[in-house]
């Protein structure tokens, strides 16, 4: 195991650790460090503040359960709460399948980077439906590694798949993204729109 | 096979997919009930407290004395061991997220009194 991953692994296991007797600062400093990332991922594959909190919450809680069980060297904490978490949201997802859409709300404003602003917010939008209408698998290696930013290693691990598999789903997962995205995108300018 | 010359390229994707990205943050209500779940010796955290935690906050965050009842949802997720002395008077303004975990989990705490108040 490479040094950094094995300091991190006993880093957060240590805190666990600690968080299990009851030390408030370890408690604190594993919500602070995980939560973030956790519940954006929750976020991401929901699409619903509340839903994806009540996730964060229900993973945390699962972790606060084993914590005084929890035997250092099994897995990252980080990597635990993300699997832990994407098997909360695949529950949701199988219970609800609508998915909710944040549409970007059009507003009045004369800023001279309110068109900009606009123009980005509706790309965001184009892009946000067209990774959900992804196979669950494929969205959610998408999710791990674009957005959650994980190695390949860790996003396999929370997957439960090889890494091969997980290079085989994001491939899949990129090859429709960039059909679905290209297929969409605005025609290009043929003016020159110069001044002599 | 050849790559449909129509698609994006992998940089134009990667572009694409980075405009629907944003930095991960925590709202403080919630970060507040994961810490209250924490183990605490002789307090086991449940469900079922958990979710009055969070209906606690969910009063608070329409924007009516939101720190009491974030404490309240703190005493009630954090069980009996927990408290809050109650009072609007006493509730800071500053820093208030460790403020109110510390204030919840040091002094006793009339939930019902709270809610009149609040109701008030």
New interface residues.
């Given amino acids: 195991m490479a040094p950094d991953r094995q300091q991190a692994l006993d880093a957060d296991a240590q805190l666990l650790r600690a968080?299990?007797?009851?030390d408030?600062e370890a408690?604190?400093a594993l919500?602070?460090g995980n939560?973030?990332?956790v519940?954006?991922l929750a976020r991401r594959m929901l699409r619903d503040e509340q839903a994806a909190?009540?996730v964060?919450?229900?993973a945390?809680?699962r972790l606060?359960?084993i914590?005084?069980e929890w035997r250092a060297g099994q897995a990252r904490v980080s990597t635990w709460l993300h699997r832990v978490a994407l098997n909360l949201c695949y529950d949701r997802l199988r219970k609800k399948r609508e998915i909710l859409t944040d549409e970007p709300v059009e507003q009045i404003d004369d800023t001279p980077d309110a068109e900009a602003e606009l123009v980005?917010a509706q790309?965001?939008?184009r892009?946000?439906a067209a990774?959900d209408a992804l196979p669950e698998r494929q969205r959610a290696a998408?999710e791990l590694c674009?957005?959650q930013e994980l190695g390949g290693a860790e996003a396999a691990e929370i997957l439960e798949v090889s890494v091969e598999a997980l290079e085989s789903l994001l491939a899949r997962g990129?090859?429709a993204?960039?059909?679905a995205?290209?297929?969409d995108?605005p025609a290009p300018r043929t003016d020159s729109g110069g001044m002599p | 096979m050849t790559e449909d010359t129509r698609m994006l390229s992998d940089e134009a994707l990667d572009a694409l997919l980075d405009t629907d990205k944003t930095p991960p943050r925590l709202p403080a209500t919630l970060r507040m009930r994961l810490i209250a779940a924490a183990p605490q010796p002789g307090v086991a955290p449940t469900g079922d407290s958990l979710t009055l935690a969070r209906n606690g906050m969910a009063r608070a965050g329409r924007g009516r004395n939101w720190a009491r009842a974030a404490a309240l949802g703190l005493t009630l997720a954090g069980g009996a061991a927990a408290g809050f002395a109650g009072g609007a008077a006493a509730l800071p303004t500053a820093t208030p997220e460790q403020t109110l975990l510390d204030m919840a989990l040091s002094a006793p705490f009339d939930p019902l009194a709270a809610f009149a108040e609040d109701d008030a």
Avoid: C, M, S
């Fill in positions: 968080a299990a007797g009851g408030r408690v604190v919500v602070d939560g973030p990332r519940l954006a909190e009540d964060v919450q229900e945390f809680l606060w359960r914590a005084p980005r790309t965001a939008a892009v946000r990774v998408i674009h957005y990129r090859r993204l960039r059909a995205l290209a297929e995108r």
